[in-house]
């Protein structure tokens, strides 16, 4: 494990849930902080220590630098001051007044946890601290965090899965329209008005061109995508097509249109 060692809030990235405006003030709750610069420091100086170093020890003390920068950083975002970043080696009055002015607007445990993290000295014999130390202050809370995410994942799962069954529709509608009407395959200027396709073609006319009693377009997206649906795992229900002059009637089932589907489809591909 490595150190950060650029935490600064220069190198704070805040993502995603904005709310559309471009106030700085009006972000919604999925908004997430992200560090970047990472590595970029270790690459510039290249950590040019005497071999007789202890290596981990070295690490360790700038992790607990890292932490003490960490509790700075959240001391100026619960005061929404960035002088409250540098407070710490400036003016330990003004830090003080900072700390106090947190529970006017946070909880207790959230000054507890900064002044825990920025009251350690890294160049003392105290015990090395870790960012799993202060998990028992913010458990609950974690806990809490944690549904939100869980509530949160299953709202995009839900969303994804929407998005399958519109690209799963939207191929098949594609196929569909490379048969229905086709002006000519293999020099048969009828090929897509005979045979199979002639089904596939009413059956185009039954999910679209619906109409109601007084002749008015039947526009039902709900009858569309159901047998959409029923088209696509082949059902064995069966519907009634009509041509459109009233001049031939078929009864089948998705079952055979998914049949007669397949086979144009395998006869556009050779």
Not at 47 to 63: E, G, T, V
Request: glycine content about 4%; some cysteine.
């Amino acid at each position: 494990n490595l150190a950060f060692r650029s935490l600064d809030p220069t190198k704070i990235l805040i993502t995603s849930g904005w709310n559309g405006t471009h106030s700085n003030v009006n972000r919604g709750r999925d908004a997430r902080v992200k560090l970047s610069f990472c590595g970029v420091t270790d690459i510039l100086t290249l950590d040019q220590i005497h071999p007789s170093a202890n290596h981990r020890a070295f690490i360790q003390h700038l992790q607990q630098e890292d932490l003490i920068l960490f509790g700075r950083f959240c001391l100026a975002i619960a005061s929404n001051s960035l002088s409250a970043f540098t407070a710490l080696q400036r003016d330990h009055h003004n830090l003080q007044e900072y700390l106090d002015a947190i529970p006017r607007t946070y909880s207790n445990d959230l000054k507890n946890l900064i002044m825990y993290l920025i009251s350690f000295k890294t160049n003392s014999a105290n015990k090395p601290r870790s960012i799993d130390d202060i998990m028992p202050m913010i458990g609950a809370r974690f806990y809490m965090q944690l549904d939100y995410f869980y509530l949160r994942y299953d709202c995009l799962y839900d969303e994804l899965a929407k998005e399958v069954d519109n690209g799963r529709l939207l191929r098949l509608l594609s196929k569909l329209g490379t048969i229905n009407e086709r002006p000519e395959h293999q020099l048969d200027p009828t090929w897509s008005e005979t045979g199979d396709r002639y089904m596939l073609k009413l059956f185009r006319d039954y999910l679209f061109h619906q109409c109601d009693e007084s002749g008015k377009p039947w526009l039902d997206l709900g009858h569309i995508i159901s047998n959409l649906n029923k088209f696509d795992i082949g059902s064995l229900e069966k519907i009634c097509l009509i041509s459109r002059d009233a001049q031939n009637v078929i009864i089948v089932s998705f079952e055979e249109l998914k049949r007669c589907f397949e086979t144009a489809i395998n006869d556009l591909m050779q």
